[in-house]
Structure formats: C-alpha cells, structure tokens
C-alpha cells in the first residue's frame, strides 16, 4: 500500500482531488441503485427544481450525450421525472431523487471533514475566497479566448 500512497502523492492536484471525489462518491454510495456520476446531476436538479437538461449540462460543463445520459438512467430508475413535454426538460426530483440528494449531501459532508481535519475556520474561509477567485480568474481566461 505504501507504493499506492506513494504514486497518489505525486500525481498534480486536480488529478489528486479527482481521485478522492470519486472514492468517497464510490464508497458512499455502495449498496443503493446509483452511481457516483449521479450524484452531481441529483445535486444539481435538487438545487435547481425545475432545470432544464440543457442548464444542467452548462452548470456541470458536460457535454449534451453525456448528460442525456444520466438524466434517461436517473428518469428510468424513477429518482427524477420530466414534467414538461416535448424536447423541453422541467426535471424534478421524486421521493427516491431525495434519498439520491441524502447521499449527495453525505458525500460533500465526507468530503469537506476530511480535506479540512485540522483546518481552523479562518483558514478554511481563507481557502473558500481564493478558490472562489482562482475559478473567476479562469472563467475571465476562458471567456477571453
């Protein structure tokens, strides 16, 4: 195991955060019906009630396949219904979207009291507000090109 501790603390960041997302995502979601990519569409739509798939997928910044994708799986297993028609798109969540959402929030819970064990609140503010400015600094970058 060291030489998997050893490789995961090389590996640049983005890659790092990344990787542990996605392990708590696997991990908290074990033994139910959904899936770890779920989990940021359930957020999204339950934030959101009433999104539409195009909204989602700018919100995300996934591709439109990608996210017809999930939102059909999410509709088929009954956890988000289309209340609109045609190719328009009202998603809400149902009764088992909002145990999906549960889980949603039990993952950015996990997420947050491990990356920040040992943090004191000003520092975690401090860590908010230059993320916050980092992503409009490359919001800024990429709207310039």
């Given at each position: 195991?060291?030489a ?51 909204d ?48 949603s ?41």
């Amino acid at each position: 195991m060291q030489a998997d501790s050893d490789a995961f603390g090389i590996m640049p960041f983005p890659v790092r955060m990344k990787h542990f997302i996605d392990a708590i995502s696997t991990d908290t979601v074990k033994d139910t019906e959904f899936r770890p990519f779920d989990i940021p569409f359930i957020s999204v739509i339950g934030r959101f009630d009433g999104i539409s798939q195009k909204d989602i997928s700018a919100v995300l910044d996934y591709d439109k396949s990608y996210t017809t994708r999930i939102i059909n799986h999410l509709i088929e297993i009954g956890a988000v219904e289309n209340r609109a028609s045609g190719k328009t798109h009202s998603l809400h969540l149902t009764a088992k979207g909002m145990t999906a959402l549960e889980l949603s929030v039990r993952v950015s819970e996990r997420i947050e009291e491990a990356m920040f064990r040992g943090f004191t609140e000003e520092e975690k503010n401090l860590f908010v507000e230059l993320t916050s400015r980092m992503a409009k600094n490359m919001s800024d970058c990429l709207s310039e090109m």
